[in-house]
């Protein structure tokens, strides 16, 4: 006899509705953008009501909130490994976003999709965008310093250039691949991180 399905608690209960939400909010995102979707279309195509919506987040900002702190920047930036060189450490990006294109494509479509609706001025998303970017730099710049002392990265290097150039350098194809549906996203990412890494590491 097949045991009953376990019934989820209240805090998973909520935690699993949040996580509807937010890939609700990302499907959209992919699809028409951010600043074309409503928090009625994300309550509709999670399966809730708008009143539901409005009662778990009070606003569609809200829901954007919970996908940049739970979502972008923890799928996108997680804390590397605790044996990975400076130099690893600092094109580890390469490598998420890789493993984010095999795991769930449709998702880091949407967050591609919301990092490029930053560029208008007036969008919601700049603001968080542009913090986000800035702490990725940020992360960037530390594992070169880093890869110098480890030996990984040249010491003649220009580490600001550099962390923005490995930094942002990612975003090129990544809006090729968001506009041409056709176009393979991980060999040109490969590309990119084998030049870098031949740019500023060392031969060891």
């Known amino acids: 006899m097949t045991s009953p399905t376990p019934r989820l608690t209240q805090p ?25 979707t409503t928090a009625a279309e994300i ?8 009143a539901m919506v409005h009662a778990r987040y009070g606003s569609k900002d809200a829901i954007l909130e919970a996908f940049f702190q739970q979502d972008y ?6 804390d590397p490994r605790p044996d990975a060189t400076g130099l690893q450490r600092a094109v580890a990006h390469f490598d998420r976003v890789v ?29 968080r965008v542009r913090s986000y970017l800035r702490r990725g730099t940020d992360r960037v710049a530390a594992g070169l310093r880093d890869g110098i002392q480890d030996g990984s990265v040249r010491a003649d290097i ?42 500023y590491g060392t031969a060891q």
Do not use: C
């Not at 935690?15 to 909010?25: F, G, H, K």
């Not at 309550?43 to 708008?50: I, N, V």
């Not at 809006?175 to 990412?189: G, K, N, S």
């Open 158 to 199: 220009d580490i600001e250039r550099a962390a923005t150039d490995i930094a942002m350098a990612v975003f090129g194809v990544a809006f090729q691949w968001t506009v041409f549906p056709d176009f393979d996203l991980v060999p040109e990412l490969e590309y990119i991180r084998a030049r870098l890494i031949r740019t």
């Open 12 to 36: 998973e209960r909520v935690e699993l509705s949040n996580r509807r939400l937010v890939l609700a909010a990302i499907a959209l995102i992919a699809e028409k953008g951010w600043e074309a």
């Open 43 to 50: 309550g509709r195509r999670a399966g809730y009501s708008r």
């Open 99 to 127: 493993q984010l294109h095999g795991e769930d494509p449709d998702f880091l479509r949407g967050m591609f999709i919301a990092g490029f609706e930053a560029v208008k001025t007036t969008s919601g998303l700049r603001p």
């Open 73 to 78: 920047v923890e799928r996108l930036a997680p």
